[in-house]
C-alpha cells in the first residue's frame, strides 16, 4: 500500500542515475591531480599514454571530506604494466576469491589460485576453468609462485594456517586482505605480519557474488581500500591499482581497523542480523494478532525489498517518504524516532562486542571447528522452516514474473 507510485519513482530514478553527468557533479574538488600523477609512475617503466593526470578526489560527504580513488585513473592497459611482473597468488576460493580471482583473469592479469586439494574451492575452481599445475595449486605451492599474495582463505582459517604462511612471506612479497580482521585482532588471530614486506587492503563492500556480477554488465563495486604497513613507499599505490583489477569502481580510503570495526557492526546491525530480528518481530506480532501468513509476509518483507528499500538505494529516505501515502510518510516519520532511541543502546552494545574482541572470538572459535560448515548448516535449516520463510518461499512464486 505504501508504495503505489513507487514504480513511477523508480522510472525517474533510473533514468537521473543513468546520466554519467549527474554523477560526475558530485565531485567537488579534485586535489593536486598532477603532483598525483608524478607519484603514481609505476614501478616499472610506463608509456607516455599512462602519465595521464591522476585524481585522488576529495569529496565532500555531507560536510566531511574524504579521500576516493577512481577506476578511469587505472586502465586495463596500466593495469597489465603495472603488474607485468608480478603473479598474483590469490588463496582461498569462496565468494570473495571466485569474483576478484575471475576478474583478474579477465584483465589479463597473471593470476593463480591456490586452495587445499580436495576441498570443496578445488572443485569449484575448476569448474570455473582453473587448471591444475598451471594456474590451481595447493595453497603452499602457490604462495610460493607469488609475488603478491591475496589471503581470501575464510577469516578463521587465516588464523588456523598463519604458522604455515608467515615463513613463506618473504622480502620483497605482498601480503593483501580483503579483511581487516586478521592483523588488527593480532593478539587473538596470531596473524603478526612480518615488518618487512607491504600489507594492503582492499574490502569490496558486497558480496563476491557481486563483486563479479557488476565487472561483468561492466560496472564496478565500491570498496574500501587501506595500508597497513608500507615498506616499499608504493603500498598504497598498489592497493588502489589492485583493487581496480580485482572489479572495483571506486576505492574509498580507510584504515584495517576502521574497516574491520565497521563491517563486523554492519553486518550483525542494519545488513543481516539486526533487520532479520525486525522482520522476525514484527512478523511475530502480526501472526499473534491473527493476521494470515501471506498478508504478513507481504506487508514485512515483500514489500520492504521488492518496493521500499530500492528506492531507499536509488534516492536516499525521503524519496522513498515522497513515493508513499501522507498517512504512511506521518506514521513513518513518528516511530522512526522510537525505534531510533530504542535500539541505539543495542547497537552500543554491538559496537563494544566488535571493539574489545567478543565478537572476533566467537567467530574464529565458531569457524575453526572442523564441523563449522555442518553447524551452519543446521542453522539455516532452522531459518528455513520458519513459519515467515516458507510463507515468504510461497510469495515469491505468486511474483508475476515466477507464476506459471
Ligand atoms: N563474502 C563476502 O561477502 C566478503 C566481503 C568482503 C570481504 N570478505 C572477506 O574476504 C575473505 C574471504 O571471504 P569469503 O567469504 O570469500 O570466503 P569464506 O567462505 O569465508 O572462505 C572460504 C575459503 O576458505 C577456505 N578454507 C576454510 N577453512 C580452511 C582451512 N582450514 N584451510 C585451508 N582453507 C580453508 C575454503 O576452502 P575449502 O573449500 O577447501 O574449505 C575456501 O576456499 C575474508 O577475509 C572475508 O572477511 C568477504
Known sequence: ???????????????????????????????NATKAGVAAA??????????????????????????????EDWPREKLLEYFKDDTLALIGYGSQGHGQGLNLRDNGLNVIIGVRKNGQSWKEAQQ????PGKNLFEVDEAISKGTIVMNLLSDAAQSETWPAIK??????????????????????TKVDVPSDIDVILVAPKGSGRTVRTLFREGRGINSSVAVYQDVTGKAEEKAVALGVAVGSGYLYKTTFEKEVYSDLYGERGCLMGGIHGMFLAQYEVLRERGHSPSEAFNETVEEATQSLYPLIGANGMDYMYAACSTTARRGAIDWSKRFKETLKPVFQDLYESVANGSE?????????????????????????????????KAVRSLRPENAK
Do not use: C
Open 167 to 188: 615463513p613463506q612471506l618473504t622480502k620483497g612479497k605482498t601480503l593483501y586482505f580483503s579483511h581487516g580482521f586478521s592483523p588488527v585482532f593480532k593478539d587473538l
Open 42 to 71: 609505476p614501478k616499472a617503466a610506463v608509456t607516455a599514454s599512462f602519465q595521464q593526470t591522476r585524481g585522488i578526489k576529495t569529496i565532500d560527504f555531507a560536510g566531511t571530506k574524504e579521500k576516493v580513488f577512481e577506476r
Open 360 to 392: 572476533t572470538k566467537r567467530s574464529l572459535e565458531y569457524n575453526s571447528r572442523p564441523d563449522y560448515r555442518e553447524l551452519y548448516e543446521k542453522e539455516m535449516q532452522e531459518i528455513r522452516e520458519l513459519e515467515i520463510w516458507r510463507a515468504g
Open 128 to 131: 570455473d576453468g582453473w587448471v
Open 1 to 31: 500500500m505504501a508504495s503505489r507510485n513507487a514504480s513511477r519513482a523508480v522510472r525517474s530514478s533510473i533514468k537521473q542515475l543513468a546520466t554519467p553527468a549527474v554523477q560526475r557533479r558530485t565531485f567537488i574538488t579534485a586535489v
